[in-house]
């Protein structure tokens, strides 16, 4: 009952757009972080197999390979050509693999908590997500190979930060507020445009909508620029 809840108390922090209603063990999101849990407290409990696994737990911070993950899940029995999937999943749906590892993760790390009273209790954070760290040199790209057909695709990059703005935050989902009512409205953004509701759920007639900042979402946002490691393109080259 306790995993229970806390899947579902954790399930909306991961996937705030997607909606729950049939009950969240049927998402197959959800199943799938019930696995990458299954796997991490394996290796939390047996801190010898994966020592770095245990020790990221205790700090709550993902950061992992693609090959660390696919041992972890190959060590729990799955099937050869799931794991073997996992790169295509994380190259086509990034922000989806990314949450399902990071939900199991975050499931993990409570687990571990109830079975290790000594564990900071700040270390935990529910009102936030775990941010899953996440590097795959199989899907490393060359900087003039990005086009426009890899947007919302994981792509690796190598190089040099040579600019680098101020992180800013940069809006996810607005809560806006019924002038008449006071219903709310979740609006989604998208790169940080939005527009106004059209209608109040409980159709009030000339409806004006305010933003209720306090319940709106962020994320942190970076603009960098990266240049190539010159020698490393002519050799490349000279190889060619």
Known sequence: PQDYQNLTSCFALYFPSEDAGGGVMRRSEAQEALQWCMAFTYLAFNPTAAPEVSG??????????????????????????????????????????LAEVGLGFDL??????????????????????????LVAPELDQ????VRSELIDRYV??????????NIAPLITELKFSCSRCSSEVAVTTVEGRFEYPASCPKKC??????????????IDWQRIRLQEDFAELAAQGGAA
Not at 85 to 90: E, I, V
Not at 156 to 165: I, K, N, P, Y
């Open 56 to 97: 990221a737990l205790q700090i709550r911070r993902a950061r992992f390979s693609l090959d660390q993950l696919r041992t972890m899940r190959t060590s729990q029995g799955a099937q050869s050509d799931m794991v073997a999937g996992l790169s295509k999943r994380l190259m086509m749906q990034p922000e989806k693999f």
């Open 108 to 133: 993990s790390h409570q687990l571990l908590q109830r079975h290790n009273p000594q564990l900071s209790e700040t270390a935990h954070s529910a009102a936030r997500p775990i941010d899953v760290e």
């Open 142 to 145: 060359a900087v003039q190979a």
């Open 156 to 165: 690796g990059l190598r190089g040099s930060v040579v600019r680098a703005a």
């Open 205 to 218: 007639r000339f409806a004006r909508f305010t933003v209720n900042r306090d319940k709106c979402r962020a």
